[in-house]
């Protein structure tokens, strides 16, 4: 079975710095990988998926995230990041076959500051 | 385009009482999930539809929760009797569900927040 790790439960940070938000995931046959984003109330939304292809994903909202292999990863960065973007953020992978099920990781929650 | 819709959004029962939850998912979505999300937790998966038929409800317990998708549209999730370990939000989610497809992207709704007291 497939599982997903976000080490860091929290992540605060200074409006206009850099953020990498980590993930980490496990799977024996190829997987799919996403990164969802929850305003507080709110559902969730998809910022990037990798599905095949260039590792480098670009996503909404300027965030981006790089797909690696060899260290099953696949983190999540945005190079400037702004007081809105302050919100939960889940990782998630499905794998080919599995029907599209989504394992989503614990969430990280990204706290940007003036 | 509407988005997927729940009601209601917030709900607050007494345990041993019944509760339901509606969904409708975006239009022309033939696949239907829902999830459980416990506090500062990621989603799980509970059930999902394709069209009308539960194709994976292998996380969902049976001996308290129910849901169905009758026409394939929308979805109502049910719980009898609720206890109070059952406090969470129930999300609602649809893709396209093209055959083979795994990787469609699921779009989720607000979501309803369970307190049982």
């Known amino acids: 079975a497939q599982s997903v790790t976000q080490l860091d439960s929290q992540v605060p940070v200074f409006e206009e710095a850099p953020v990498e938000l980590r993930c980490n995931y496990s799977?024996?046959?190829?997987?799919?990988l996403f990164w969802y984003v929850q305003y507080p109330n709110q559902g969730l939304q998809l910022l990037l998926k990798?599905?095949?292809?260039?590792?480098l994903v670009k996503g909404i909202n300027g965030f981006e995230a790089e797909f690696n292999k060899s260290q099953t990863s696949f983190h999540l960065r945005k190079p400037s990041v702004h007081i809105s973007d302050t919100a939960e953020y889940f990782c998630?992978?499905?794998?080919?076959?599995?029907?599209?099920?989504?394992?989503f990781g614990t969430g990280t929650q990204l706290k940007v500051e003036l | 385009e509407a988005g997927v819709v729940q009601s209601p959004r917030y709900k607050i029962i007494e345990k041993k009482q019944p509760v339901a939850f509606w969904c409708n998912p975006i239009?022309?979505?033939?696949?239907l999930y829902w999830y459980l999300q416990n506090l500062g937790q990621g989603p799980e998966l509970l059930i999902r539809?394709?069209?009308?038929?539960?194709?994976?409800d292998s996380q969902l317990p049976k001996d308290r929760f129910s849901a169905e998708r009758l026409k394939g549209v929308d979805s109502t999730l049910k719980i009898q009797p609720a206890e109070l370990g059952d406090s969470a939000v129930y999300l609602c989610?649809?893709?396209?569900?093209?055959?083979?497809?795994?990787?469609?992207?699921?779009?989720f709704g607000p979501g309803t927040r369970l307190t049982v007291l």
């Open positions: 989610a649809s893709s396209l569900g093209r055959r083979g497809r795994d990787a469609d992207t699921q779009y």
């Open positions: 799977s024996s046959v190829s997987v799919y």
């Open positions: 990798y599905l095949s292809g260039s590792t």
């Open positions: 998630a992978v499905s794998v080919t076959g599995g029907g599209n099920k989504l394992t």
């Open positions: 239009s022309g979505h033939n696949t």
């Open positions: 539809y394709e069209n009308e038929e539960a194709v994976d």
